[in-house]
């Protein structure tokens, strides 16, 4: 594993981690918390400028970055104008990636932010191709996402 697809793997495990901190009941101490944002926020800022060598790599980065900088509390001032760059990225490597998981997952965080019906109904039309068959774990949690974006909104947007 080269340094940056290394680097792409601890940010999304740490904004993983964040996102779903607490979701299975387990206490959530406020220095665990702290330290975990202040991270994943300085993991997302130095990988903010890195670009991948591949529509795969490109794709993950742009996927951590997106689910960095949505779990976080931080912002140095340009945390719009970041996330806004990462999605314009988004937008250069979809027509190049697989139908995928990647690609589902890719496709619901730029919903998330931006709530595209088109990004919604692209990933939905990749999910739809899963079915009959058991998911995997991820597979399944990017359903529930998506699913709970597109029928409570409120929660990801400004109201």
Request: glycine content about 6%; hydrophobic content about 35%.
């Amino acid at each position: 594993m080269n340094p940056l697809e290394s680097n792409i793997s601890a940010l999304y495990a740490s904004a993983h981690e964040l996102l779903y901190l607490g979701m299975d009941e387990s206490p959530i101490y406020s220095d665990h918390f702290t330290r975990l944002n202040r991270d994943v926020f300085h993991q997302a800022n130095a990988l903010y400028a890195q670009r991948g060598s591949t529509s795969e790599e490109e794709a993950s980065l742009c996927l951590a970055l997106l689910m960095g900088y949505n779990a976080t509390l931080y912002n140095d001032g340009d945390k719009q104008e970041r996330i806004q760059h990462v999605l314009d990225r988004c937008w250069e490597v979809f027509d190049k990636l697989p139908g995928s998981l990647l690609k589902v997952q890719l496709l619901t965080y730029c919903y998330g932010e931006v709530f595209d019906e088109d990004l919604a109904r692209e990933a939905r039309e990749i999910i739809h191709g899963w079915s009959g068959r058991d998911l995997t774990p991820d597979e399944a949690e990017i359903v529930e996402l998506l699913k709970g974006m597109e029928e409570n909104p409120y929660p990801w947007s400004e109201v």
